[in-house]
């Protein structure tokens, strides 16, 4: 047999390219589990990398494992020993948690990564600044995605950057818990100077990961979640509201024709949003379209235009009380959105259908950022009983905006 049946006929590499295709995030950890069984291998950390890749020495592995070899080869990570004796929790699996988790495998650290759903469902679009793309690339995310930054313009889907993340995560040897909740610290019950370290109070509190001691704590569970003794600082500026929106994307060739909106603001082409208004009553001060895996449309309305289009049932001083769920009418906001997306594309996208939520409901938000938190120090170091626990923040946890 040929050395490409040979390939082809191994069951390891069959599961491998399978865990390369994986499309949901359930099925990613599935494919693994099945890989390492397959291979025979326990553990985590770098050693069970090194192990998979011992495995796995075909030519479609080899071109990943050059790519995180070389990523692993920075004289930060000193070989994957430079926090080889450190153990680390992350809270969250959004992008920045993974990436983070990422980090700390390259260093050496014992990871364990909790995320409280159990799928990835964020159908939103991310731009993609040159570092964020070149620091992906050098993590073998095109093997993983075959799209990844192959269009006019440099973007990815916040759920496409999470099963990448999570693909890089688990090979590095990051222990990823679905299905599990962070609801506070555990202090170090052992006496001064004593055996004994920092755990988490999980739910279901029957996790084993209940017994999982760690010296260092990530958390990028989201804005909602800061851990206590960090302070956070808001600042508010001119009222703005913003609309999201995700439609089907069939890929057919119709959709594909329609060029996509880098960011069109009011103040460069005004004849442009004058039309918008006379001919729809809506009314923006800018919109983004980009095309991924949904037809994701972002754009800033004016709240007049909210309230003639009857989006807005009544002007309200307090933000929070003119865009809670009992002043918006929900019908008039698919309409507004829908409406936009389809005059910003000269009505060239055929059919436009909403793209469903995690709830099963048509994906649109809208929401303020007028404000932005932020930290006032991105960690800090809690102790107890002569235990150090080392605590950080990224993400929405560090800096949120709305």
């Known amino acids: 047999m040929s050395a490409l049946g040979d390939e082809l006929g191994n069951p390891a590499h069959d599961i491998f390219e399978r865990f390369l295709r994986a499309g949901e995030c359930q099925e990613v950890l599935g494919c693994f589990g099945e890989l390492c069984q397959q291979l025979g291998l326990q553990g985590h950390g770098l050693q069970l990398y090194h192990g998979i890749k011992a495995s796995l020495n075909y ?6 494992w050059s790519k995180l070899d070389k990523k692993a080869g920075h004289k930060d990570y000193d070989q ?20 983070v988790a990422i980090e700390l495998a390259l260093l050496g650290a014992r990871v364990v990564l909790l ?16 570092f964020t793309i070149h620091d992906l690339r050098a993590l073998g995310a095109k ?19 999470q099963l990448i993340l999570l693909k890089v995560a688990l090979l590095l040897g990051v222990e990823v818990h679905i299905s599990v909740q962070f609801k ?47 302070k956070r600082k808001e600042t508010r500026g001119k009222l ?26 009011r103040i460069y082409n ?7 208004y006379n001919k729809t009553g809506i009314d923006l001060e800018n919109i983004v379209y980009y095309k991924d895996d949904t037809h994701y449309f972002v754009m800033t309305a ?30 008039a906001l698919l309409s507004y959105a829908k409406e936009a997306a389809n005059f910003s594309t000269n009505y060239r996208l055929p059919e436009l259908e909403f793209a469903l939520n995690h709830r099963d409901l048509p994906d649109v938000d809208m929401f303020d950022f007028t404000c932005m938190m932020r930290s006032d120090y991105a960690a800090l170091v809690r102790e107890h009983n002569g235990s150090r626990l080392l605590l950080g923040l990224v993400g929405d946890c560090l800096v949120e905006i709305g």
Do not use: M
């Open 59 to 64: 030519w479609s592995a080899k071109a990943l």
């Open 80 to 99: 994957g020993t430079a926090c080889a004796n450190t153990k680390c929790l992350v809270v969250g699996a959004g992008p920045c948690g993974l990436r």
């Open 115 to 130: 995320e409280k759903r159990d799928s990835f469902s964020r159908n939103n679009v991310l731009h993609l600044w040159p």
């Open 143 to 161: 093997k993983f995605y075959g799209r990844f930054c192959t269009g006019t313009l440099d973007h990815i889907s916040i759920r496409q950057l």
């Open 184 to 230: 506070g610290l555990v202090p170090p019950t052992g006496k001064l100077g004593g055996q004994g370290g920092w755990r988490a109070v999980l739910h279901p509190s029957s996790s084993p990961l209940s017994s999982y001691e760690f010296d260092v704590l990530i958390s990028a569970g989201g804005g909602k979640f800061v851990p206590e003794g960090f």
């Open 240 to 265: 703005a509201i913003g609309i999201t929106t995700n439609f089907i994307n069939r890929h057919s060739r119709a959709e594909v024709e329609v060029a996509e909106i880098s960011g069109v603001a």
């Open 270 to 276: 005004q004849k442009f949003f004058q039309n918008l």
């Open 302 to 331: 004016k709240k007049q235009s909210l309230l003639k289009k009857g989006v807005i049932l009544q002007d309200k001083a307090d933000i929070e009380s003119l865009l809670s769920s009992e002043n918006v009418n929900q019908d």
